[in-house]
T-cell receptor
């Protein structure tokens, strides 16, 4: 089993819809969870960062971690065409940038 | 701040040729990372420098790959000789002492 699994998509939703992106993982030692957004021909940029279980909200974005199920989610409310990008989940057992394991990313298309 | 600057943006070369990718990290950042991104394997860490010193190069695929950081404002990733399976997008990222990676726009390498 891969350490981090993420559906590659593409996921197409109409503008204004709620988007749900998910990752599962196998390493119970992971404590730090991140979501990166990557626009076409650009590098990934950090979107959300959470530690351990629970929810974190930032504007239209909510990150959710369920460590008991080894499952993390990113919700995007009132989705916009500008949200069209690839979203990579990432996680680490330590608070160290060199120990981050990335998912392969989900391509998201928001249809105007 | 201009962000992490990578050059060239695109590189097309023939098998067996030497390829050098360049990176200028964000001023003041003390950590630098080289990643490779492919559809099959996603984003993989190749090597990590801290204060210009290579800390972990366990992700470097083989001896054909080498990386240097002669000073705090410049790093190179060299592939010699290049092979078609090296075709990928190579990202450089830098990080301040407080953490959080900032990615460059990447170099898209095609080895024919």
């Amino acid at each position: 089993q891969k350490e981090v699994e993420q559906d590659p998509g593409p996921l197409s939703v109409p503008e204004g819809a709620i988007v749900s992106l998910n990752c599962t993982y196998s390493n119970s030692a992971f404590q730090y969870f991140m979501w990166y957004r990557q626009y076409s021909r650009k590098g990934p940029e950090l979107l959300m960062y959470t530690y351990s279980s629970g929810n974190k909200e930032d504007g239209r974005f909510t990150a959710q971690v369920d460590k008991s199920s080894k499952y993390i989610s990113l919700f995007i409310r009132d989705s916009q065409p500008s949200d069209s990008a690839t979203y990579l989940c990432a996680m680490s057992a330590m608070n160290r940038d060199d120990k981050i394991i990335f998912g392969k990313g989900t391509r998201l298309h928001i249809l105007p | 701040d201009a962000g992490v600057i990578q050059s060239p943006r695109h590189e097309v070369t023939e098998m067996g040729q030497e390829v050098t990718l360049r990176c200028k990290p964000i001023s003041g950042h003390n950590s630098l990372f080289w990643y490779r991104q492919t559809m099959m394997r996603g984003l993989e860490l190749l090597i990590y420098f801290n204060n210009n010193v290579p800390i972990d190069d366990s992700g470097m695929p083989e001896d054909r790959f080498s990386a240097k950081m002669p000073n705090a404002s410049f790093s190179t990733l060299k592939i010699q000789p290049s092979e078609p399976r090296d075709s990928a997008v190579y990202f450089c990222a830098s990080s301040p002492e407080t953490g959080g990676q900032y990615f460059g726009a990447g170099t898209r390498l095609s080895v024919l």
